[in-house]
């Protein structure tokens, strides 16, 4: 299948790269793809960014039977765009299918038309220190049906929007809360796949988080309530007595791109990372005798986030004086100077889009 290009006839004005926040803006073009069962996915167009028309029982509004992804364009020091992993996120789009019933994509076709659109809209692309261009891959459910089943026709698209930093705070420790009062998912749901509704889960939690000066929920497991899983955009690390340690995969968890990223070059490094069970309980005890050295998440949006503070109950704790640690200091500046090709891929993880 060969892409078709309609040209936006007027192009947007540029934002001010160092003024970008995240999310809110969106380049001239979209990409986008059809399914039906008779001809499989077909069509693929890059066409102007606009709405898409919509039947009022279309399916994925009424059963949120849709999946997304997150990844980032950077651009190098020498003006070349470049991709982080891209090929992983394709993979994890289509582990998510498999989980909602959506018909897979053909991931080498996809990673090819993903690098043609954002060539397409490479001037987009800015070059502020630490800014990118966020890709959003989609597949919702378009069948005008109001029965509970899997539908028989979707849409898959990206949009792109150049963004800054994730959090208001930038690169430094975010404030996060413990609750034992809701729950985000469970094993044998869809907690490990990227789907609408895991997100609309824990948009409570997080309104009364921010309504209590916290930027982030950390989830614990939704049966016993005492282990940690990850907070609402990213998964969590803890270093306790030189040890880091993440919550191992239980079905619950979002198989993190940036998370088994920072596994691996621990690894490479030759330090102790454990993927396993860490109780809510043994982390306050950590805390307690002096052992817990650093907390940090690890997502796409944010990269790399320390934590400063984390509320459970009517306690909270400040983690390494509220400063940001060594670990995370080392993993953020490994993992950016590669994205940005400022240092060597040892991984190879980089995928050029344009030198």
């Known amino acids: 299948m060969q892409i078709t290009i309609t040209k936006a006839e007027k192009l947007k004005t540029k934002p001010d790269a160092d003024n970008l926040g995240f999310g809110s803006i969106f380049t001239d073009h979209m990409y986008n793809l059809d399914y039906s069962p008779e001809k499989g996915w077909y069509n693929p167009r890059i066409e102007p960014y606009a709405a898409i028309e ?50 897979e994509v053909n991931e080498t076709f996809i990673l090819d038309n993903l690098k043609k659109f954002v060539a397409f809209e490479k001037d987009w692309v800015p070059d502020a220190h630490e800014t990118s261009l966020y890709v959003r891959p989609t597949i919702i459910a378009m069948d005008p049906f109001l029965g509970v089943r899997a539908s028989n026709t979707y849409r898959f698209f990206i949009i792109l929007s150049p963004v800054g930093a994730y959090y208001p705070e930038g690169f430094n420790p975010i404030k996060i809360w413990v609750t034992k009062e809701y729950v985000r998912s469970v ?5 490990e796949a990227k789907t609408p509704g895991n997100y609309a889960a824990s948009l409570r939690a997080g309104d009364e988080a921010h309504k209590n000066g916290y930027s982030q929920v950390l989830w614990l497991d939704g049966v016993e309530q005492k282990y940690l899983e990850e907070v609402g955009s990213m998964n ?27 596994i691996a070059l621990a690894k490479l490094w030759n330090m102790k990372i454990t993927e396993r069970k860490i109780s809510i309980d043994e ?53 950016t100077d590669i994205q940005y090709g400022r240092a060597e891929d040892p991984m190879g993880w980089i995928v050029p889009v344009t030198d």
Not at 62 to 76: C, D, I, P, S
Not at 80 to 101: D, T, V, W, Y
Not at 187 to 191: D, E, K, Q
């Open 54 to 103: 919509m039947d009022p029982a279309t399916m994925m509004l009424h059963y949120a039977q849709g999946v997304f992804e997150g990844l980032k364009a950077y651009r190098t020091p020498s003006g070349g765009i470049q991709l982080f992993r891209p090929e992983e996120n394709i993979k994890r789009l289509n582990r998510s299918c498999r989980a909602l019933c959506i018909p």
């Open 187 to 191: 094993r044998g749901g869809v907690g």
């Open 236 to 262: 969590i690390f803890f270093v306790i007595d030189g040890e880091i340690i993440t919550p191992t995969l239980t079905g619950s968890i979002l198989p993190g791109i940036t998370r088994d990223s920072v």
């Open 283 to 335: 982390l306050m005890k950590a805390h307690e005798t002096g052992n817990l050295d650093e907390v940090f998440g690890a997502g796409t949006a944010a990269v790399i986030s320390p934590v400063g503070d984390i509320k459970y109950g009517e306690k909270i704790i400040t983690i390494n004086e509220g400063k940001v640690g060594p670990m995370a200091n080392k993993f953020y500046a490994a993992l």
